[in-house]
Structures are given as C-alpha cells and as structure tokens.
C-alpha cells in the first residue's frame, strides 16, 4: 500500500518544474471545474464551441439526427407508404377483375346447362357449389390480406412515430450537451498547438490516453487539434481512473479526486519504442530496469546493454536520486541517439502500476536484490511472448485474451491442427 502524498508527488505539477531541465518541453494548463464535469458527462462529444478540423465533416462522425437526415427519413417512410397504398388499390382492382370475369363465367355457364338434359343438372349444381365455395375462398384471402396490409400500414406508421420521438430526444440531449463551451481553454490549446510545431501530447496530472489512440486524427497520441485533444480525453479509461479512482489503492485515502486537475501538452516527438525504459526505485536507490516495450525482441539493445545500464544509473544518481520527494517510486526514461537520457513521467511503487518484465512479488522482495548490483531485463529470443495490455482497446475480445505464452502456444497448436469451427 502507498500514501495519498506519494500519489500527489507523482503528478506532473509536482515534479516538472524541478526537472524541467531533463524532460520534454510541456504547457500546464489549469482546468476549471466545468470542463472536468464535461469529462465525466456520459457520452463522446464535443462541446458546442468546438469545430472539426476542416479535412473532415461533423456529420461524419457524431452529428446524428440533424435537419437533413430528419428529412431524409421523413421523405423515405412517406413514399414507402405511398407505394404501399398504391400496391393495395392495385390488388383490390385485380380483385374486382376478377369477380367479374367469374361472374360473366356462371352466366354463360348457368345457359349453357338450360340446354342440357335434367340429369346433368346435379352436375351443375355441384358445379355452382364448387364456384361458389371458391368464391367464399378469394373474398377470406382478399379480407385477409387487405387487413395484413392495414397492419403493415399500422406498424410503419408506428415505427416512424417511435424513430421521430427518438430524434426528438437526441436533439434534446444535445442541446443539453451544447451547454458546454470553452473558447478560453480551446484559444490556450491552440497557441500551444502552433508553438510546438502543430503537434502535442496531452495527458491529465498523471496520464496521458494511450488507450484512445483510435480517436485521434492521427491514430496515435499525437493531436494536432483541439478536437483530438477533446475526444482523446473523453474516450480514455485511463483518464476516467484519473478523475474518479486516483487514489483507491492509498492506506489512508481520504479524497477519490485532486483540488486541481491540468491539461499537460507535450511537445510530440516520434520516439522509438525500443529507447524507452521504466527504473524501479526503493529506499532512493535504483535496483531493476525494465525494457518499456516489453512485447518485442531488439537485438541490438543486448549489444549496447552495459552502455545503456551504465547511461542510466549516471542519469539517477546524477539527477533524479535524493530530489523526487518519494522514497520508493518508479521513473520512466528514454535515451536518445545520442545517448542523452530524457525524463518521461514518474509513478507510484504500486501494484497498479505495470512492472512490465518483472513480477510485483519479485520487486517486493527485498532479499533477492543486492544493494550494488542493478538488473537491466530485456526481451530475450527465448522470453515468453507477450501482447502489449493497450490492445484491450485496438482488437477483439479473443485477441486480448491471449496473455501470456501458454495461451498463445494454444491458439497456434489448434490452428495447426484444424481444430478451429
């Protein structure tokens, strides 16, 4: 367990400006309490100040129900009633057609069997009894089907009604949602935006929405417009922990959320994933280091390993040991290729927080550590293949369910096998 303080002192409000020397260039913008209400609002939208970019068209993605697609489905269901209203006056008229020609049949039928012997008259009349039966049989089904296609006149014109009452609702939920404007914020974004060259990150006091990559005009944690930065926000899991549940793993938690939420916009740079690395830290001193992209195998991070292990616990001692106010915590860095080493977040020693190559049993064990040895761990040919947790929010369930190597050994064998329905 960990202290509510130990989770503040990991916010990046806390911790820039002491290392801001040694981090990405960022902006913090303080947000007011309606904009934090507007992320916990239920839904994905934007506020009504807020405008697409110009490469794309709102109605592309969240406009629903607007004054043209009202129309459009009005003019629809009126002339598929219409066709359906001409349909049934053309099937009574055939039916009428009919009753005709049946009925200039007996006719000549009834004088024709005056002509005839008495004997055949039992005949003729089986006869008649039999036309008059088949008579009785084509008005049920005509009844029959003039009442089948009253009902299905009845039941569009309830579906319409119900559709028409659905829209009504939307716009109502919408105009409830278009309370929610922030022009102030929206100017401040995009000053940021044009200063860091049209590109930024964002994240909340401690996480940035990874998970809502998909969001994004881009694909990726880069947002080039207020909108992306928006709807990256109000689509993130990670950011709903944030606002709701930052605190739930403290001994002594007394609050669910900070006083004080900001917006942090980092400066985007493309970084490398196989350059990132996550530090381990207890007591103030480094004693595990794990590669950051635990899911693929860099052959060349073996040959440079001692290099990059010695690159870091320089950075620490020099840097960070001592000045970050926790004594056990975790720091997240990357080195460049010229082998400078830049901060990238920090976060709690907690369990809620991915140990990546290692296990949390292992890294509370204070036995299996020596005090001067540090462990780099990277992904070996022979290490269990893993699949990365942020793909809980990219593919289908079953994909996800592949955790771990065993599962994906599984999967493979009863491929192989033809095993699959």
Not at 230 to 253: E, G, V
Not at 361 to 388: C, G, H, S
Request: aromatic share 12%.
């Amino acid at each position: 367990m960990i202290s509510q303080q130990e989770v503040l002192n990991c916010m990046f409000q806390s911790w820039y400006q002491s290392f801001r020397k040694h981090t990405i260039k960022s902006k913090i913008i303080k947000l007011s309490s309606k904009f934090i209400e507007y992320l916990k609002e239920d839904g994905v939208f934007l506020p009504s100040s807020v405008k697409f970019p110009e490469r794309f068209r709102e109605e592309d993605f969240w406009k629903i129900g607007d004054e043209d697609d009202e129309n459009q489905f009005i003019n629809e269901n009126q002339n598929q009633i219409q066709n359906q209203n001409q349909n049934e006056n053309q099937n009574q008229n055939q039916n009428q057609n009919q009753n005709q020609n049946q009925n200039q049949n007996q006719f000549i039928n009834e004088n024709q069997n005056q002509n005839q012997n008495q004997n055949k008259n039992q005949n003729e009349n089986q006869i008649e009894n039999q036309n008059e039966n088949q008579n009785q049989n084509q008005n049920q089904n005509q009844f029959k089907n003039q009442n089948q296609n009253e009902n299905q006149k009845i039941d569009l014109n309830q579906l319409y009604q119900m559709d028409l009452k659905n829209i009504q609702e939307n716009e109502v939920k919408d105009k409830q949602k278009n309370e929610y404007s922030f022009p102030s914020l929206e100017k401040e974004i995009e000053e940021v935006i044009k200063l860091y060259e049209g590109k930024v990150v964002p994240k909340l006091n401690w996480t940035c929405p990874r998970d809502a990559n998909w969001v994004t005009s881009s694909g990726s944690v880069a947002c080039d417009s207020v909108s992306d930065i928006f709807l990256s926000l109000k689509s993130s899991i990670h950011i709903h922990h944030d606002l709701n549940h930052a605190f739930d793993f403290c001994y002594d938690k007394t609050m669910d959320s900070p006083e004080e939420f900001v917006l942090v916009l980092r400066k985007y740079y493309p970084l490398l994933p196989s350059m990132e690395f996550r530090c381990f830290v207890r007591s103030q001193k480094l004693f595990a280091i794990s590669q950051r992209d635990h899911t693929t195998y860099y052959f060349f991070l073996h040959e440079k390993k001692d290099i990059y292990l010695k690159l870091i616990q320089e950075f620490f001692q020099k840097v960070i040991q001592n000045n970050f106010p926790n004594e056990n915590y975790i720091f997240d860095i990357y080195i460049t290729k010229n082998q400078r080493v830049f901060i990238i977040d920090f976060g709690p020693f907690s369990e809620f927080t991915d140990s990546l190559l290692f296990e949390w049993e292992e890294l509370k064990n204070q036995e299996k550590w020596n005090e001067n040895k540090i462990e780099l761990r990277l992904v070996n040919k022979n290490t269990p293949l893993r699949t990365d947790p942020i793909t809980e929010f990219r593919y289908p369930q079953d994909y996800v369910e592949l955790h771990d190597s065993i599962a994906i050994q599984k999967f493979v064998d009863l491929f192989r096998e033809g095993k699959f329905d």
